[in-house]
């Protein structure tokens, strides 16, 4: 009788400590899958989410079962890591879709195109943004998205150990390089229609100037938005593969700044 109660105390002291485990690792692929580009978006139902936190709670713990801390003193500290970690982990990867919106806004803009065509969502943002996103999104996924964020959870347990703070500097200039290769990325990819624009509206000054009869508005605006749609039909293969490009080469080393 002693040896089975033994077993079953054994048993429970096991037991508590995988669920212990299981609800750090939950919380910081929960905070995480709020932001995560495709899997944390508007559209996509909180049930759904929900979902998909518990797979990959599923997947990534036997991987981190070893690295979690026990379930012993204060329990704010290990919460409050855990939800920290998860945040970063999807700001990060959050800031590659703020990129494809901020390209197309740049795109929709030099091209006349912002408000004629505004977007109608949850997020108010012109439709070239919404064209950008939900396709660069696409790809991602068709890509295997889902499986470098699970390394990603993996790996993030290597720099961002449950329960300890990361140094608060370290994660400050990890943050600004990130937010500037978002606004580098979104510039790049914007960067032909810019260019385009200035030289068209160049053109369309010095043909004032010489013609002052001639209303150039009338002519110019029609024209601009027409060799925006068609350049935008040509460039924005080459300019999504740009972008996947970036996310995957982030996705190999997404903590690199950081100790």
Not at 206 to 234: D, E, H, K, S
């Amino acid at each position: 009788m002693t040896e089975i109660l033994q077993t079953l105390t054994a048993g429970a002291n096991l037991t508590q400590g995988w669920l212990w485990a299981a609800f750090l690792v939950f919380l910081r692929v929960g905070a995480a899958m709020a932001l995560l580009p495709a899997f944390g978006e508007h559209s996509v139902p909180q049930r759904i989410r929900l979902a998909l936190g518990l797979c990959y709670t599923i997947v990534v713990l036997p991987a981190v079962l070893d690295r979690m801390t026990p379930l012993e003193g204060a329990l704010a500290l290990p919460l409050a890591t855990e939800v920290m970690a998860g945040l970063t982990i999807g700001i990060g990867l959050r800031l590659f879709v703020h990129a494809l919106q901020i390209a197309g806004t740049l795109t929709a803009q030099s091209t006349s195109l912002s408000q004629l065509f505004g977007g109608q969502g949850a997020e108010q943002q012109p439709t070239m943004s919404h064209i950008f996103v939900m396709t660069g999104l696409a790809l991602a996924v068709v890509s295997g998205l889902h499986v470098r964020i699970a390394e990603v959870f993996i790996s993030s347990y290597d720099v961002l150990p449950p329960g300890r703070f990361p140094n608060g500097a370290d994660l400050a200039t990890w943050g600004l390089s990130q937010v500037s290769r978002a606004f580098a990325l979104a510039f790049s990819m914007a960067a032909p229609f810019l260019a385009a624009s200035v030289i068209y509206n160049i053109a369309l000054g010095v043909i004032n100037r010489a013609m002052p009869q001639l209303m150039v508005v009338f002519i110019g605006a029609p024209a601009l938005t027409l060799g925006g749609l068609v350049l935008l039909a040509m460039t924005s293969p080459l300019l999504l593969k740009l972008w996947v490009d970036m996310l995957n080469i982030y996705l190999e080393n997404p903590f690199a700044g950081l100790p």
